[in-house]
């Protein structure tokens, strides 16, 4: 069973969160029976998982080698900033809070500005370079509502004190780790094989937030948001490809939606009310883009490895 699963791409991330999704769309409940159980496997402590997988990730960050990890991933991470603002601003400024077609607004600033940092850490560690990894860290600032509140504060007349200790919060993990893992390199040979460990337990646990019924309902919308994430997104592959002049792999890895970004609707709702009634619709569509994506992106990732380097 190992062996079939981790032929998959992502196999032994995306299998289980596709396994619990399941389980939590016919039994929510399941794994709510408090202790040990309800802390490992209802998604409740995810956070902890991420923290962890930061810190991990940091043991193996070589300080001499930063440079380079800045270089590559820094520079995509900026494309996909001024990318996520800027289209985000626009489409707000054009569309309002009603949108497009039904797609909610908020929907497609919100997936526009998500990543996936488990899928893209999962990517990574099979198809791509060693230092790919080691900008887990920054990838997840694009996992929680930084940007999109970013975006809504800009383009709103008002605008919202932005709460910057959530950026804060998850450098701190990568920073501890990569202080511990270069003041000695023992704990990078302790630590960095927790991330392969911890990768199933993550997916698992983002399964149990998504319901395959919400996604059906979101059906069409939520797949022209996925059309929309993949056009908006396509200038960081070319930069990778055209400006760095890499294999890409590092650059694809990171256009898939953060199952935490399903929450991302209602905080900013709680900061911007007009947009509360949209939130329900927002969420669903998202959904069904954090499952989509997760697994498009991934056999897009396989085959460009495969037509690269197994010629």
């Known amino acids: 069973m190992f062996d079939k699963v981790s032929k998959l791409p992502a196999g032994l991330f995306l299998v289980p969160l596709l396994l619990s999704a399941l389980l939590y769309t016919i039994w929510p409940e399941m794994v709510h029976i408090g202790g040990l159980t309800e802390a490992l496997f209802s998604g409740d402590y995810m956070n902890f998982i991420l923290g962890a997988l930061c810190f991990y990730s940091g043991t193996g960050i070589d300080l001499k080698k930063l440079v380079n990890i800045l270089k590559r991933q820094g520079v995509l991470l900026v494309v996909k900033l001024i990318i996520s603002v800027a289209l985000g601003f626009v ?20 997936g526009i500005a998500s990543l996936n940092p488990a899928v893209y850490l999962s990517l990574v560690n099979e198809y791509g370079k060693k230092e790919d990894a080691a900008a887990m860290g920054l990838i997840g600032l694009f996992s929680i509502p930084v940007v999109p509140m970013l975006t809504y504060s800009l383009a709103s007349a008002a605008g919202a004190e932005l709460d910057w200790m959530p950026v804060l919060s998850s450098l701190i ?16 040979t302790l630590f960095a094989p927790g991330v392969s460990v911890l990768l199933p337990i993550l997916g698992w646990n983002i399964g149990q937030g998504i319901n395959f019924l919400e996604v059906a309902k979101a059906g069409i919308l939520g797949l022209l948001l996925v059309v929309i994430y993949y056009i908006a997104m396509l200038p960081i592959y070319f930069v990778d490809k055209r400006i760095l ?29 007009v947009l509360q009634p949209y939130v329900a619709n927002a969420m669903g569509q998202i959904l069904t883009a954090v499952v989509v994506t997760s697994v498009v992106t991934s056999f897009i990732v ?8 197994k010629k």
């Open 173 to 188: 993990p990568i920073a501890v780790g990569m202080l511990l893992g270069n003041l000695d390199k023992k704990f990078a």
């Open 245 to 273: 002049k890499q294999d890409g792999i590092a650059a694809v890895g990171m256009l898939s939606v953060a199952g935490v970004s399903v929450s991302t609707p209602a905080a900013l709702a709680a900061a911007f009310p």
């Open 302 to 309: 396989k085959k460009i490895y495969t037509s690269t380097y």
């Open 91 to 110: 489409l707000i400024k054009a569309l309002g809070t009603d949108g497009l077609f039904g797609l909610s607004t908020m929907a497609m600033v919100v």
